[in-house]
């Protein structure tokens, strides 16, 4: 199994910048690849951006390109996801997760962590 906790998230005025980590344990040998994720209230739950472990690879949502870059740093197990230029719209509950295929995208995640509130005041 695999374990995953996110932190970093909080309250920042627009035009702020927040970074989100999410520290992997266990069976981290695993996985190929991590994601982000964010809801918000009364949402469905959608995509932000992705990562291969290996950090070959990424891939962003239309709405964050250009302003976030997710990166990892391998020798310590942690997937960062830098957010610059908030906006309100960004204000969401941020899911990390992790997936176990090899697919890119991939198709479906394996762990999830808790989450972390990122508001974003106007």
């Known amino acids: 199994q695999v374990q995953l906790v996110e932190s970093g998230g909080g309250s920042v005025q627009a035009g702020g910048s927040l970074r989100l980590s999410c520290a992997a344990s266990?069976?981290?040998?695993?996985?190929?690849?991590m994601g982000w994720f964010r809801q918000a209230p009364g949402k469905a739950r959608e995509f932000v951006a992705v990562i291969r472990w290996s950090g070959s690879r990424t891939h962003y949502a239309d709405s964050v390109q250009g302003r976030f870059t997710i990166s990892r740093d391998a020798g310590k197990n942690t997937v960062y996801l830098q957010m610059n230029h908030l906006k309100p719209a960004d204000t969401a509950v941020y899911y990390c997760?992790?997936?176990?295929?090899?697919?890119?995208?991939?198709?479906?995640?394996?762990?999830w962590g808790q989450g972390t509130q990122v508001t974003v005041s106007s």
């Open positions: 266990g069976r981290t040998s695993i996985l190929y690849t």
């Open positions: 997760a992790a997936a176990g295929n090899t697919n890119w995208p991939p198709s479906e995640y394996d762990f």
